[in-house]
């Protein structure tokens, strides 16, 4: 029947796409070449590039039997980022459908790392910066042999605070939704209280939360937990009072009582709206996470930044910020690959 | 509005020499007293005056219908057929327990019908899957909901075959075309075993092709598991196609016009005399056959 037809046609469909982005042999191969190129370039700009304006040679680390100036570190570095994109693209060269994603990026890494070696000549080689604000990458990777631990200890320490803050802001914030989504009362006596006090920064609730709370961190964490609550619980509550009533009524007529009603019904359908909540409410958070450290805390990335400001080791402001960069990326990822999987019944019937 | 004199049997037409047509049913005002139902041993559903009024945004009051009796026997396939606007919808989510009547009383099994269950199941006209939910999981829903999928797993699975939809049971609803998507919205309240399937046009918004294909499906079903079946629909032939007894309804207010008995065997043909004969006839009462129909009674 022809209903059997669905799957070849979407078959075809699928390898015409893909035809078009096929990345031919000769082509990838360049591909390859282009993304560690530039890593390549800044990694012999730094070996090559002589050093002008610094007589004493670099101090060197020992770490794991291995002795390193801050340039071996920043050499080290690229070569293993030459090895992770090169690695990536003989892995891309037999998975055809991740030809064409690493293919795009190629330009953007070769700028990458074209920018590294002007950086590194500018900044390190020839010191035309103004110093100490502006370090080359060299010197920031430095902070890494000097305190690589210490930065460790309070990168963990905002992990925590954020997870912590996060998870219960996010729980709080569908609780509340739920319940003002679902009951007018609750909608009447709650959604002034959320609307008023949402808008309002959460780090202005630091004088108060610092003398409520027993310890720095659960102050912070409920710095954190407000600035989610707000947005998580009015996306939900939108999410879960916007169900369209035909919904229910379909659920009634097959037998379902108020909790499938509540948990099958209007929470799946608040579902994509609780994500957008919580993607708003995730930058939210970073900005207090780090705002909450500096101001308050005896550890964390931002306390580290605050800390090493004092003594002008603004490479090590640039590393507390390098690290942050990965830190939030790798946590915007992950919410990223929640949410694709939550909202998989979605792909293909909204746009992106 | 007038209602138009209706010589013999209250349709209009001449019912002598037509067997089909309930000449019990006068005119169409006095069809709730002399409703042409079975007897009441048979009887599944009963609907007794029924009225129901509602309020547009204007405060205008618009008389959806009044004064609606009906009986169903148990197994039977009614259809309601009538103008846009005639209050089909509103007597259907009346017997399903979607909406109150004002007065009058819906009576299912001997019980009166106060709130939705999976007694009487529906069938909404189009979109009231669940997204979220793949075709199986729509299909067991009802089970689901009622904390009875454990032992009754298995039909999901039956229900599926039975539906032509197997390898589409990970689809989601917007994967899926509009006719199948109906399917398994029909089959999502078959499967709670209801007194009565009620059926607000399930095939509206689709081609004919897959119409009919749907309404071949819908009679194998009804034959297969003898659920008592209450569709609406604008389509004469569906009607004619489907049914045991075909009700007749005008609009404003919404009333029981008349009753048609299709006593053709099945599997009937489309193009039969006996169809055609009783085609013409509908189409006569709903003032359809001559070129130009009165304007109230457009479909
Ligand atoms: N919720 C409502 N509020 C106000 N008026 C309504 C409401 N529902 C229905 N009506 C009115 O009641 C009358 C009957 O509506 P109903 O939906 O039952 O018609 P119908 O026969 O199903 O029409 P159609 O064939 O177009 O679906 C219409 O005049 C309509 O305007
Ligand atoms: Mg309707």
Redesign the pocket.
Known sequence: MNLRKKSGGAALVFSGSAANKTVSNAKFIWMMAASVAGFLLALLANAFFPQAAHSAAFKEYTALGVTLDMNGAYRLTLALLIALYAGGGIFAYFAPSGRAKYAKRAAFLFALGAALALWDIFGTKLSLLPQPFFPGPAKIIESFLIEGGYIWQNTLYSLRLFAVGFLAGVAFGIGTGILIGWFPKAYYWVYPVLKTTGVIPAVAWMPFALTLFPTPFSAAAFLIIICVWFPVASLTAAGISGTPKTYFEAARTLGAKTPYLVFRVAIPHAMPNIFTGISTATAFAFTTLVIAEMMGQPGGLGYYINASKVWSAYYKVFAAIVVMAILFSVIMRALELVRGRVLRWQKGMVKS | MSVQPLPIGGLGIDAINRPHIDTSAKRADIARSENPSPSSDGEILKIDSVTRT???AEGNT?E?LRDVSLSVKRGEFVSII?S???????LLRMIAGLDAPESGELVLNGERIARPSQKLGYVFQQGSLFPWQTVEQNISAGLKARGVYKERKADVKTYIELIGLTGFEKSFPHQISGGMAQRVAIARALINNPAVLLLD?PMGALDSLTRADIQCKLLELWKKRNTTMVL?T?DVDEAIFLSDRIVIMTPRP?KIQGFISVKIPHPRHRGGIEFLSIRRDILEVLHLARANPAPEYMI
């Open positions: 509602y309020t547009d618009v959806a009538g846009s606007g005639c209050g089909k919808t509103t046009e609406v604008h919404g």
